[in-house]
Every structure is written in structure tokens, then in C-alpha cells.
């Protein structure tokens, strides 16, 4: 599986846009990108996966670079509950139930 | 619903002794992870079922680490002879599977919390 690289940490203000980079640049074809967070004290939660197109839901939105090499998690008005540790993870669909979580990105949201 | 479930939350053992984790997934998912956090580090995957088989048990550190599953439910992970290195969040998640098609999403638990004294 591919290896991710993330900021170690990040903050943003409370409603602003927090904008999350993984870089993936050994990624293969079949893999894809998943982003989980986990907050203090809690299991990890799923916020979305993407192939190679941007994807969006409730939660987030995930941009990926044209050539695979890199994306950006998204959280558009972050609040204080957004405050987590964020896990870049890249699988293929063969290995996808193998999460292979690296040290994320600790973001701490400020009010 | 229900989500997936965990107990003991905490656990102190004393060194030597063994320890049993249970985890409940979410009804209907039929394959379950587990997966060791030591503090202030990332998960490391442990095994993973499939229905109550194991295709990969690869991530267990030694052979005192076990796990079974039964009624495609329920699992239990032991741990013989605990050593101190043993101590960790130990987690659970569960996810469905279709044949030929994995869902990506894993559905977490809280965690049992083990410390080996």
C-alpha cells in the first residue's frame, strides 16, 4: 500500500474553511484515498473516499490532484467539535479492509 | 441504530495474566477489524474476519494474541501471558462486505482501554 505524508498539525478559526493536504505520490491505479478522524478518546470515524474524482458529502469535501500524487480534505465551515486528529489513508480495493493509519494531521479548531 | 459496542471499556491486569476483549459489531456487517492504538500513536491492524473465518491474521504481534468470531457476530480477541508492551487502546470496527465489493466505511468502536501492570 502506498505510503501518505501529512502536516503533522494545523489550526484554523472556528467557520473558516480547514483544508487538510495528504500527498500519496507512490500511489498505484486501483488504490483509493479514505480520511478518518479521530477524537480524543474516541474510535475513528469514516468521512469520505475518493478514486481519482473530487467527491463531496455531508461531512466534507475530498479534492484530488489530476495525476493522483496528492489531495486536500476539506472541511468548509470547521467548528469547535472538528478539533480531531485526521488520518490520510491509502488502500487498494483488494487490501481496502487493511487501514493502514500513519500520524495524521492534529487540527485544532479555535474559537 | 446500534453501533458497534466494546467491553470492557477499561482493563488493569496484572503481568502474566490473560485477557479477553469482546467486540459486538453493527447487525448485518459481516466483516469486523481489529486494530491496536498504543498511546500517542497510530492504529496498527491486528486481524480481520470475514464472516467467521480470518483471511488475514497478519497484523497480530505474537502467539499470544488470538481471536475468534462466532454466529458471524460477536469476537473476542485473548491475549495470554500480558506483558507490560501489551498495554493500549484496543479497538474494533466493523464494515459490510459484498461479494467481490468491499464498503469502504468502517464503523469504529470506543475502544477497551488495557493497562498492564
Known amino acids: 500500500d502506498a505510503k501518505t505524508t501529512q502536516p503533522t498539525s494545523m489550526d484554523c478559526a472556528e467557520g473558516r474553511a480547514a483544508n487538510l493536504p495528504c500527498n500519496h505520490s507512490t500511489i498505484s491505479g486501483n488504490e483509493y484515498v479514505y480520511w478518518y478522524r479521530q477524537i480524543h478518546s474516541q474510535g475513528p470515524q469514516y468521512i469520505i473516499h475518493g478514486l481519482k474524482n473530487n467527491e463531496t458529502n455531508e461531512m466534507a469535501s475530498l479534492i484530488i490532484t489530476e495525476d493522483r500524487k496528492s489531495s486536500t480534505l476539506i472541511l468548509p465551515h470547521a467548528t469547535l467539535r472538528d478539533t480531531a486528529v485526521y488520518y490520510c489513508i491509502v488502500s487498494g480495493m483488494d487490501s481496502s479492509y487493511k487501514l493502514i493509519f500513519g500520524s495524521g494531521t492534529r487540527l485544532l479548531v479555535r474559537p | 441504530g446500534a453501533g458497534v459496542s466494546q467491553s470492557p471499556s477499561n482493563k488493569v491486569t496484572e503481568k502474566g495474566k490473560d485477557v479477553e476483549l469482546r467486540c459486538d459489531p453493527i447487525?448485518?456487517?459481516?466483516?469486523l477489524y481489529w486494530y491496536r492504538q498504543r498511546l500517542g500513536q497510530g492504529l496498527e491492524f491486528l486481524i480481520y474476519f470475514q464472516g467467521n473465518s480470518a483471511p488475514d491474521k497478519s497484523g497480530l504481534p505474537s502467539d499470544r494474541f488470538s481471536a475468534e468470531r462466532t454466529g458471524e457476530s460477536v469476537s473476542t480477541l485473548t491475549i495470554q501471558r500480558t506483558q507490560q508492551e501489551d498495554s493500549a487502546v484496543y479497538l474494533c470496527a466493523s464494515s459490510l462486505k459484498v461479494a467481490g465489493l468491499s464498503i469502504f466505511e468502517q464503523y469504529f468502536g470506543p475502544g477497551t482501554r488495557l493497562t498492564v501492570t
Open positions: 447487525s448485518g456487517h459481516t466483516a
